[in-house]
Every structure is written in C-alpha cells, then in structure tokens.
C-alpha cells in the first residue's frame, strides 16, 4: 500500500468578479510510497503549491482524493507537517517555543515538550538559539526552526513548498544538503515543491514533473544516484544526465506559461 | 536639496529632541509675543505668565487637584468599559465571519452617532451623576474600538494560521494561540489611540451638568473671563494625554517587544 495516493486531484479556483474560473490542476494521480523523497519540479504557476496545499488538507480539491496510509484527508492536521515558503514562525514566540507548539496543542507535558523540542534544534544545528525569537535570526535559521517544529511532531510525512525558495544561493545549498541528511537518517516520506532543477534532483529519489496551467504530471523520473549522498553528486556525469534531461522538460513548459502570459 | 531632507530618511535622535523642543519653544515664544507685546486683549488671550500664576492659584485655592482626579477617573472608568466589551468583540469578529456579518453594519452606523449628541438623553436616562458622564465615554470609544478590533485581526498573517493548523492546532488553539498574540500590539495601539479620542469627549460630557472634573473648571472660568484658567486646564488635559501616550508607548514596548520595528 502506498503511504499517499492522490486520486484524480482536480482543481479549479472560481472566477472573481465575473472573471472566467481559473484552473490550476488537471485530474492528477500519484502514488507516494513509505520512504520515498519525491519532488515535484515545475515551472510558477503550474499548480505544484496547489497540489501540495491539497495533500496538506489547506484546500479542497474540486474533485478528487488524497488518502494518506489509506485514510482520506479532509483537512489540515498534524501528521502531515509543513513547511512553507514564507517565514511562519510565530514572531511572539521563542525558537524553542515555537518548536513546542505543536507538541502544547497536543498536551504534552511541558518536560516533553522541551526534551523533544531540544532534540530537533539540535539536529538541525540551532542549539544554543532556543530563546531567540524569529526577528533574531537569519532567513536560513528561520527555515531550519520551522523544520524543526514540523519534524517534532513526528508527522507521517512531511511536506515542503519552496521551503528555501527565499534564501540565498549557499545557504540554499547547505539547507539541501542538512534536509537530505535528516532524510537520509529516518526517511520520513517527504513531498518537496520546487521549481530548481538542481535541487529536485540532489535530494529526490524521485523527481515528478510538472506541466504549465493547468497543471499536470508530465513525468516520473526515478533518481539513481546512491546514498549517502553530498554535495559533490552534483559534479558527476549522472547527476548532469538528469539535469540535461530535466533542463529539456521544464523549458518547453516554461515557454509554454510564458507565450500564455502574453 | 539638503541630504536631511531626503524622503524618509531617519534623523539623529539628539537632533530629533531639538526639533520637538524647537516646536514647543517657538509656540510659547509666538504666545509671549501676541501677549506681552499688547497684540492682544489679556481679556481674549492670557499671557503665559498669568497662565501659570492661574494654574498655581488653581491647586493652591480651588482643589484642581481632585478635578483632574474625577476627569482621570471617568476616562479611565469608561474607556476600561470600552475595551472590555469592544476587544472580545472586536477579536470574535475578527475570527468569525457570521459574527463580523452581523454586527458590522450596525457597529458601522452607530460609530457615526456623535457622543455628545447623546448627552441629553443620558441625562434623561442617568441623571447627572458619574453613570452619565462615564456612559458618554463608553458610547464614544467603543464603537470606533470594535471596528479597529476587527480590522487587525481580520489582517492577521493567513500562513501563520495554516501553519498553526498544519502543526495540529483546532479552532479554539487558532484564535487564542494565534490571532490573540498575533494581534496584542497592534490592538494595544488602537488602545492608545482610542484613549486620546476619550479625552475629547470627557471634556464635552463635563461641559454640561457636572459639578467637578477639568471641564466644568473650564466652563466656571468662563463665567469670570478667566482665560488663564481655560488655558492651563486645556493644557493640563494635554500633559495628561502626552504623559498617558508615553506609558502606553512604554508598555507597548515592553509587553511585546517581539513586535518592534514592525
């Protein structure tokens, strides 16, 4: 059994002021297993964060099921953990309190809480940061917390939008590379939106391209390449195999959203 | 153009508290200037000293003291009443849709109702006593309060909501967990504004049928074309607003010092 299915996902936005409906997503059907690190690769626009909102229960499919571990989704909740392309950490709260809130919705004793909350800033390298607040730290660090307070509740599957979508280059990369070693440690399935090809392929173990609008899967490509993986597979032959391949995918969608545009 | 005035650029602190003295400096010394230089009747516009030598014999013969202490306490009871009913309020239709559907319209409405056209009928319906004056605060404050209330929350960051929901919080969670931390400062801001508008209508509800508060001082000064005693109870009334903004500033600042800068 598959740890996600989506089942003929469709979805259409309703038009605002007479406008005409908008249609972000093409009936779309995925299997996701237990394990798998998928990521959808596409070009703005193409539905990838309106199928991933979809999964993570923030919208209603206008046709359509999600099932996770065979269970339909009706809506947002915790064993699915998010991390969005926006900083959400809670401004008021401190790191280590904002690591906690999900554990404190939950009731958890306030003991756990920071046992757990500390065990998952450690591992992704914010001990010593626990009474900051959000304000105080860099966009990376903010990105690294909100991993943190997702993976803490220990969801089923975890899934990410752009997560690093507003860092810088380097800091991009070694986000990847502390994302995939976390992966790599527990292989928690994982569904990361990204529009870097170069990033989908680096950390997937399977690539799901997308179409322009109205978004639909336009292929599956298993990623080859062994684990433990580090940086240094993105110099290798294989890696530049699919880059190439990719590359190829994703222009022609690209040019295809672009001459819509006009 | 001179590099100081470059569109929104800051100033030097030292220079900024020059400038606000400058302002208050160059207001006595233009007053001094229309008095003392004989511009000006001493019937229609005291003169600062005899301002002062007013306010003096004010504390010292007339217990202007406890005036101001009755007009403190009538602002500060009907403002606390205010609040306490505009705030929840404000936040429940924040949150709530239907509730912001029902109520809106009709708080729309009614905070165009002029408090002081109010006076008479609460002088019908309570007399002349505190309940009157203190009620004339209320209906000034807590209509404009509702509505900023509602507006702040309704602005409230949607993806720290989602965020919240992905992470397992419900409904209840959401808005106290949330929206209510989300929206303190900026709801302790509309406080203070709001409190400057009680002010104005404190001294309005005085100016008719009361027997004490810095109003009905102004109002018997009057009767003696005593303008030094008008003056000073005006700018007591200023010194009182200057004192309680700083506070509120003050506590603003320390209650949420997450927010600053924002």
């Known amino acids: 059994m598959s740890k996600l299915s989506i089942r003929n996902v469709e979805k259409t936005f309703p038009g605002r002021n007479n406008t005409a409906p908008t249609r972000a997503l093409e009936p779309t059907s995925l299997e996701v297993a237990d394990n798998d690190f998928i990521t959808i690769l596409g070009p703005s626009g193409c539905g990838k964060s309106t199928l991933l909102r979809i999964v993570a229960g923030l919208e209603t499919p206008s046709a359509g099921e999600v099932l996770l571990e065979g269970k339909a989704v009706s809506g947002p909740g915790p064993d699915r953990g998010m991390v969005f392309q926006s900083y959400t950490l809670f401004p008021w709260l401190t790191v280590r309190d904002n690591v906690c809130f999900g554990l404190r919705e939950r009731g958890l004793p306030r003991a756990e809480q920071l046992a757990v909350a500390d065990r998952f800033l450690a591992q992704v390298g914010l001990k010593g940061f626990e009474n900051h607040h959000p304000a105080q730290l860099s966009g990376g660090m903010q990105q690294r917390t909100a991993l943190a307070r997702a993976l803490a509740n220990d969801p089923k599957m975890l899934l990410l939008d752009e997560p690093f979508g507003a860092l810088d280059h380097q800091t991009r990369e070694l986000m990847q590379e502390l994302l995939l070693g976390i992966w790599e440690a527990d292989r928690k399935t994982v569904m990361f939106v990204t529009h870097d090809i170069d990033e989908a392929i680096f950390m997937a173990s399977r690539v799901v391209v997308m179409s322009a609008r109205p978004g639909r899967i336009k292929c599956d490509i298993p990623i080859e390449l062994p684990h433990p993986r580090s940086y240094k597979v993105k110099t290798t032959p294989e890696f530049a195999a699919y880059k190439e391949r990719l590359t190829e995918e994703i222009r022609v969608e690209t040019i295809k959203a672009v001459t819509m545009e006009r | ?262």
């Open chain 2, 1 to 262: 153009m001179s590099p100081l005035f470059t569109p929104l650029k800051p100033v030097a602190p030292a220079l900024r508290t020059v400038l606000g003295i400058s302002c208050f400096v160059l207001f006595f010394l233009g007053w001094g200037i229309a008095t003392y230089g004989g511009f000006v009747k001493p019937l229609f516009l005291a003169s600062p000293g005899d301002t002062l030598a007013a306010g003096i014999a004010l504390f010292r013969e007339f217990g202007f003291a406890e005036d101001i202490a009755v007009t403190v306490w009538r602002v500060f009871a009907g403002f606390v009443m205010a609040a306490a009913l505009a705030v929840p309020l404000g936040i429940l239709m924040g949150a709530f849709k239907p509730v912001e559907g029902f109520f809106e319209a009709f708080v729309s409405f009614a905070r165009y109702l002029p408090a002081s056209a109010f006076i008479p009928l609460l002088i019908l319906w309570a007399g002349v006593g505190e309940l009157q004056k203190i009620l004339v605060i209320f209906i000034g404050s807590v209509f404009q309060l509702v509505i900023m209330v509602t507006v702040i929350v309704s602005g409230i960051r949607t993806d720290l909501v989602e965020a919240a929901y992905t992470l397992g919080a419900k409904r209840d969670g959401v808005v106290l967990r949330v929206l209510l931390p989300a929206a303190a400062p900026q709801i302790f801001e509309a406080l203070r504004l709001v409190l400057g508008w009680a002010w104005t209508y404190v001294i309005v509800a005085e100016l008719v049928g009361a027997s004490r508060g810095i109003g009905h001082m102004i109002i018997d000064a009057q009767r003696f074309l005593d303008t030094g005693q008008m003056i000073f109870g005006i700018f007591v009334i200023g010194v009182i607003g200057l004192i309680t903004d700083l506070l509120f500033r003050a506590l603003n600042a320390r209650l949420f010092p997450w927010a600053k800068g924002r």
